[in-house]
Each structure stands twice: as structure tokens, then as C-alpha cells.
Nanobody
Framework: QVQLVESGGGLVQPGGSLRLSCAAS????????MGWYRQAPGKQRELVAT????????NYAEFLQGRFTISRDNAKNTVYLQMNSLKAEDTAVYYC???????????????????WGQGTQVTVSS
């Protein structure tokens, strides 16, 4: 059983900063990538940023305009999202995602499984 535990959400004023963390634990062979998605009320879930475990390649949503930074600690199977210059439109539930190989056999077959955290609320408001 794989679990993703998120932390760091909360209420912040416009222009402020928050740092989200997500730790993956449980029975898994290899973490391929981790990332953050968000879903605002009445909207679809959208990509925020992802980072690979091997090489640390990152991918960011264009709307971020350099305000957020994703990083990872492979030894802890943890991904972070540093959010700066927050705007009201950043208000959403932020979900952690992990793409994993559960066993060496699945890795050899190219089977990748997606896991999601429970979500953490980020509210940007004065």
C-alpha cells in the first residue's frame, strides 16, 4: 500500500509564500516522478509542476510565470513546492501525485502506477 501525505497548505495574503511537502511511503520499487496538481472550485484539475526522480527534470505550467519552484529529496521520497508571489487565483486544493513502479517485475514490463494524496487547501486572500 502506497500513501502520499501532504502538508503545508493554509491561508496566506496575496504576495505571500507557502511551501507544500508531500512524502510517499509504503511498498514500492521505484519512484519515477512526483508532482503537484491543483483544482479550484468549479474547475478541472490542472498540472502545476512535476519533477523526475532521475535527473530532476522539471515541468511547469505556463501560468506560473516563474513564481513556483518544485524540488525533491529522493532519499525521503519527498517532493516540495515553494510558492511565491501568491495570487488570489492560486486558491485551490493542491494534490500530490506520484508515478511509481511497485515491483521490479512491473518496472521491467513498463507498468507505471499513479497515486494521489488527499489534497491540501491553499487559500490566498486578504
Amino acid at each position: 500500500q502506497v500513501q502520499l501525505v501532504e502538508s503545508g497548505g493554509g491561508l496566506v495574503q496575496p504576495g505571500g509564500s507557502l511551501r507544500l511537502s508531500c512524502a510517499a511511503s509504503g511498498n514500492m520499487f521505484r519512484v519515477i516522478a512526483m508532482g503537484w496538481y491543483r483544482q479550484a472550485p468549479g474547475k478541472q484539475r490542472e498540472l502545476v509542476a512535476t519533477i523526475t526522480s532521475s535527473g530532476g527534470a522539471t515541468n511547469y505550467a505556463e501560468f506560473l510565470q516563474g513564481r513556483f519552484t518544485i524540488s525533491r529529496d529522493n532519499a525521503k521520497n519527498t517532493v516540495y513546492l515553494q510558492m511565491n508571489s501568491l495570487k488570489a487565483e492560486d486558491t485551490a486544493v493542491y494534490y500530490c501525485n506520484a508515478r511509481l513502479n511497485i515491483t521490479p517485475h512491473e518496472a521491467a514490463l513498463g507498468i507505471i502506477r499513479d497515486y494521489w494524496g488527499q489534497g491540501t487547501q491553499v487559500t490566498v486572500s486578504s
